[in-house]
């Protein structure tokens, strides 16, 4: 397996450009995902950066029932590093999960971005679409069936993780509707529903860190369902998404938690695609100097509260009753900024009791030259130093973390419709047609 040197490691941290520090070749430009082919068969077999095709492959070990599995970076990643690295897409086939579960993937992530390009450019959803039809559903749920079908069909997949884990990995998400992003009461009804109709121990219902939502989290968790907090993009807010979880633990009334768990899902590189617009607009030389740091140091503070918060007397009590820490996992793992080098938002996160989801080109960069080693404090006063020179700058973490809930909840509706609209055409070209 490829690696990247101690040095290079480092100046991940420190956002260098690829023409500061040299980056290993980006699988992006020696791989192509063609439509209709899996991009899941894709990432066991891809080319070095020598351009032979080859597997990424450190050694092999033997599976319970005898068979060699390949071992890749992404197991060393959980054995040695405690990172659980899950996929952040979900598509038909979900048969196509096997090989990257093979690799090492221990859970999904989905959105409705996601489901948008899934269902929108594939044909594998129209025989259940057309079932749906003529059995007379609407569209919104029609929608929901098709959706439910898949997170169900992943969760399978991923049972044994879970019971391996005893409920600590292996989930796969499943988002309420990006319609209720502003309504407490419909969330936690939307929750409720979604983790009913799925009926999988290891589904997580995913709830964006609104402020509408806060209460949402907290009484979604005290009704003892699983949560994956979603579209976190600043420390003040990712504590109160904290406080939520510890309060719904608190509230619940179980006396064994041990099945209540959840992820905080905090985003990482939308913040450097918008600080760094700021900081180009100020245009001195500091400012410049930071771009490609902020998201990455947000990061790195975040992670200290997290230890702050699940240590000390409260977290201990609830301990004794079973609970399990709401992990952080980050996401938004992709690198936008094509100067950047393509594990950025990966290599530079590595910690205990975390979750790194990754898309495709994430997923593969890190499966072809990523480093494991714990990088997520090995330089916390460096993040403070680029948090707080970011502040005298005059860059509001606060606005900039509301600026981009903002889009990432448009975002997701945006999808949303689209896909909705796309499935009405459908719907009606088949009526057409049966007519």
């Not at 993780?161 to 992003?181: C, H, M, R, W």
């Not at 990061?299 to 007397?313: C, E, I, N, R, T």
């Not at 080109?361 to 948090?387: K, M, P």
Request: charge should be neutral.
């Amino acid at each position: 397996m490829a690696s990247i040197s101690h040095a290079a490691s480092s100046s991940y941290f420190l956002g260098l450009r690829s023409s500061e520090t040299k980056a290993p070749a980006s699988l992006g430009s020696a791989v192509h995902f063609h439509r209709g082919t899996s991009s899941a068969r894709l990432l066991s077999l891809h080319r070095s950066r020598g351009g032979s095709a080859r597997l990424s492959v450190r050694c092999s070990q033997v599976d319970g029932n005898g068979a060699q599995v390949k071992k890749t970076t992404l197991h060393d990643l959980y054995e040695q590093q405690g990172q659980s690295p899950w996929y952040d897409n979900l598509c038909r086939p979900v048969t196509d999960l096997k090989p990257l579960i093979a690799s090492g993937v221990r859970g999904v992530t989905s959105n409705p971005t996601i489901f948008q390009k899934a269902i929108s450019s594939s044909s594998a959803y129209d025989e259940q679409f057309g079932q749906l039809v003529e059995a007379g559903k609407d569209i919104e749920s029609a929608y929901w069936e098709l959706v439910i079908k898949d997170i169900q069909d992943a969760c399978r997949l991923f049972e044994p993780i879970y019971d391996q884990t005893d409920a600590g990995d292996g989930y796969v998400s499943v988002e309420v509707s990006p319609k209720l992003a502003r309504e407490t009461a419909g969330t936690v009804e939307a929750a409720k529903w979604l983790h009913k109709v799925v009926d999988r121990r290891n589904v997580y219902i995913k709830i964006p860190a609104t402020a509408e939502c806060i209460p949402s989290i907290q009484e979604v968790i005290s009704l003892g369902i699983s949560v994956n907090v979603t579209l976190i993009f600043s420390i003040p807010r990712y504590e109160a998404v904290i406080d939520a979880y510890l309060d719904g633990l608190e509230a619940s009334g179980l006396d064994d938690l041990s099945r209540v768990t959840s992820v905080a899902s905090f985003f990482v590189s939308r913040v450097d695609t918008i600080i760094d617009k700021m900081l180009e607009k100020i245009g001195t030389p500091e400012a410049l100097a930071l771009r490609g740091k902020a998201a990455v140091a947000q990061a790195a503070l975040a992670y200290q509260l997290y230890q702050k918060k699940f240590s000390g007397p409260r977290w201990e009590a609830l301990v004794k009753k079973g609970a399990k820490k709401q992990r952080l996992l980050w996401a938004s793992t992709s690198v936008k900024n094509p100067a950047y080098l393509d594990t950025l938002y990966v290599a530079p996160l590595i910690g205990p009791d975390t979750v790194s989801t990754m898309p495709d080109q994430a997923l593969q960069a890190f499966l072809d030259h990523g480093e494991v080693s714990r990088t997520i404090d090995s330089n916390v006063g460096e993040a403070q130093s680029v948090y707080t020179n970011l502040e005298k700058l005059g860059i509001d973490w606060n606005e900039v973390g509301i600026q981009l809930e903002v889009e990432g909840v448009n975002s997701f509706m945006k999808s949303f419709d689209s896909l909705l609209h796309s499935l009405q055409d459908k719907a009606n070209s088949l009526k057409l047609v049966s007519s």
